[in-house]
């Protein structure tokens, strides 16, 4: 037998990446004892209403499954295999859009299905890191899009390494380390770590 437990995640504002991390409500949680080696069908809604709002799915993703880590950018009906192992699972909804010429950016350990706080990205300037950008985006979690910015992702962080990025609203799914902030760009950017490379 194997727990399922799937937390369904309000991702609100970040006030510090580092104390206290992002601040997240769980709209809703959901624990499950499951045969091995059958698929459990998840209904994931584009959209659910958490303290009056309305928040939009981002992504879900899920640890411990049988194929290991799993990552969808996908709302609907979700297979998520079973195995010998707990399988954790976040769903992840994202409010409005920040503000203007502001993206929010922030890292995702799938091995824990969690958010993490480590640090995770460099500001680029040329070549060289942009040491007090850096430290602002990797403390608070934001970044002014006022100009064009070149971001690295770390190669690995908490001891798995990276895997994808992702901006909502979509530039679409961004494969390498690197990725650029347009200016006047808004909205989130996260980076994957862990699961299959």
């Not at 437990?5 to 997240?24: C, F, L």
């Not at 809604?45 to 958490?50: A, F, K, N, T």
């Amino acid at each position: 037998m194997a727990t399922l437990t799937v937390n369904y995640i309000a991702y609100d504002k970040i006030r510090n990446r580092r104390n206290g991390h992002v601040q997240k409500s769980v709209i809703s949680s959901l624990k499950e004892m499951l045969s091995d080696d059958e698929d459990y069908t998840l209904s994931v809604l584009p959209i659910l209403e958490h303290e009056g709002n309305e928040v939009h799915f981002a992504f879900l993703a899920a640890s411990g499954t049988a194929d290991g880590c799993l990552l969808s950018f996908n709302a609907g009906t979700q297979n998520i295999p079973v195995g010998h192992t707990d399988i954790q699972v976040a769903v992840v909804y994202l409010p409005q859009v920040p503000d203007k010429h502001t993206v929010v950016a922030d890292a995702f350990n799938l091995e824990k299905a969690d958010f993490t706080n480590s640090d995770f990205i460099d500001v680029l300037a040329d070549s060289d890191i942009d040491n007090s950008k850096t430290a602002e985006v990797n403390e608070l979690g934001t970044l002014s899009s006022e100009k064009a910015e070149k971001l690295q992702a770390h190669d690995s962080v908490d001891g798995t390494r990276f895997s994808v990025w992702k901006s909502f609203p979509g530039k679409g799914t961004l494969g390498k380390r690197e990725s650029v902030i347009e200016p006047a760009q808004n909205g989130y950017l996260f980076a994957f770590y862990g699961g299959e490379n």
